[in-house]
Each structure stands twice: as structure tokens, then as C-alpha cells.
């Protein structure tokens, strides 16, 4: 089932004003980056051209010059349908309404809005992509819960690990009620609970976690703001660098291949 923007806006009044706030702003950033004219198109594909044709001998030795000739075709259908069939990408706003959608549904689609009206209680990770907003007009509990995309709560989150990932847009994660979870890790992604934070461990590398309450992290802290040594972080989750750093793609792995992991040297 799909909702228009006028049913969004009205599904909205069912949230505080904070998190309403917060929800809106997303939309008005993801309507402006996902909104484009033919024009913008026809000049999006000129530049890669463009591109292609400053480093051709070096791109025709590497991919091979039969497959750069069919890319520069492809591309140059692309303008030109654009501009005679006056294509325009719009967001889109899906309403799932039961935890079978939930688990079986591919957040990697046209859409970029998923409305999940109601509370949600499942075993298994959920994984949010870069430019998507999931709202949940309830409570949600998983597995754990993996942010590239912004996820608004209208009650409360219960997971083992809350991920948040750096996107492109300044996506977050806003909770009206409180957030309890094993781990909490926000990388780049800006967590805010309008109440309560409940946390055994925390990592905060470049972002701001707030609650409006409290913050309550019952065994280990470490923010990058505050402390510059990563010597605290547990190796597993170090970058092989001489100077090691929290790496992103090692912790990922880990939570997908569901391998035990430790946080803290």
C-alpha cells in the first residue's frame, strides 16, 4: 500500500512535534536530492562524457574500448530519452503493515519512504539504506538494527546493536521515547532518544548521541571528541593502519556474519 504526501502529512500529527520536526526536515532533504528534472539528467550524463573522454586511453586499457563504446551509448540514450520523455524521479512512500513485510521486504527499491504503523518485534537484523526513511508509529525491537538511512520511532528501540553508518545527507536516528540496547555505535550518524538512553557499551566517533533525559552506559565509553587513542578499541575492530582507527567495514562484518565480538581491548 502506498501513501500519498498529503496522507504523510497527516500521518505526521500522530508524532511530538520534535520528532515531527525531525522527520520533516529528512523529507525536505531527500526531496530535494531525489527530485530531478530531464535537464539535470541530460547534464549529469554530459559530465560523466565528459569524463570518460578526458581519461579514454587510460579506461579503454583497463575496462576495454568495445565496453567504454556501449557505456558511452548507454549513457547517451539515457540523455536523450530524458529530455524527449521529460523523465522526473519522485520519492515514494510505502506503508508495510505486518512483520512479515517487515522481514521479507527489500528496503533496496524505488521507494524511499516506509511507514511500519504499528509495534514490531522481530529476531533478525534490519538494515537501512543510504537515502531511505523508515518511520515506525510504534515500538520496534530487533536483532540489531544496521543505519545508512534515518529510522524515526514514535515510542521506543530494544536491540543488541544499534550501528549507525555514515551517509551522504546527514542521516540520523530519533526516538520519542528511549533507546535500550547492548551497543550503541554512531559513526557520522546523529542518534537523539527524547527520553532515555540505556547502553552497556557506546562508541561515539564524529556524531551526536543525546538524550534528552539521560545517557546511562553501564560499562564502557569511548568518544572520539574526548579521547584521540583508539588504544581502547578492541583490535577485531581496528583498521590494519599503523595507526589503527575504528573500522566501519570490519565492525559490519562482524554483526552480518553474526560473529561474537568485543568492543573494548
Known amino acids: 500500500m502506498n501513501f500519498s504526501k498529503k496522507e504523510l502529512t497527516s500521518f505526521l500529527k500522530k508524532f511530538s512535534q520534535p520528532l515531527r520536526t525531525s522527520i520533516e526536515d529528512s523529507i525536505l532533504e531527500l526531496e530535494g536530492r531525489v527530485q530531478f528534472s530531464d535537464s539535470e539528467i541530460e547534464k549529469s550524463v554530459n559530465i560523466s562524457l565528459d569524463m570518460l573522454d578526458q581519461n579514454l586511453e587510460e579506461m579503454s586499457k583497463i575496462m576495454g574500448k568495445e565496453f567504454i563504446d556501449n557505456y558511452k551509448k548507454t549513457l547517451t540514450t539515457a540523455a536523450t530519452n530524458a529530455k524527449e520523455n521529460n523523465i522526473t524521479q519522485e520519492f515514494r512512500i510505502k506503508i508495510l503493515n505486518n512483520i512479515k513485510e517487515l522481514k521479507e521486504f527489500n528496503f533496496e527499491d524505488d521507494e524511499f519512504i516506509f511507514i511500519l504503523d504499528g509495534n514490531y518485534n522481530i529476531d533478525t537484523d534490519i538494515e537501512i ?101 583508539s588504544g581502547k578499541l578492541h583490535p577485531s575492530i581496528l583498521s590494519d593502519d599503523e595507526d589503527p582507527f575504528f573500522d566501519e567495514n570490519k565492525f559490519y562484518e562482524l554483526l552480518k556474519m553474526d560473529i561474537p565480538f568485543q568492543l573494548k581491548r
Open 129 to 229: 539504506p543510504e537515502s531511505t526513511i523508515v518511520i515506525v508509529n510504534g515500538d520496534i525491537q530487533a536483532k540489531n538494527i544496521i543505519l545508512w538511512g534515518s529510522l524515526y520511532v514514535k515510542n521506543n528501540i530494544t536491540c543488541n546493536t544499534l550501528f549507525g553508518r555514515p551517509g551522504e545527507y546527514g542521516e540520523k536516528t530519533h526516538v520519542g521515547g528511549n533507546i535500550t540496547a547492548t551497543n550503541i555505535i554512531g559513526y557520522v550518524h546523529h542518534i537523539m532518544a527524547e527520553k532515555e538512553i540505556f547502553v552497556k557499551n557506546l562508541i561515539n566517533i564524529d556524531s551526536e548521541i543525546i538524550a534528552k533525559q539521560k545517557i546511562q552506559v553501564k560499562e564502557f565509553s569511548w568518544i572520539r571528541a574526548e579521547e584521540e587513542d
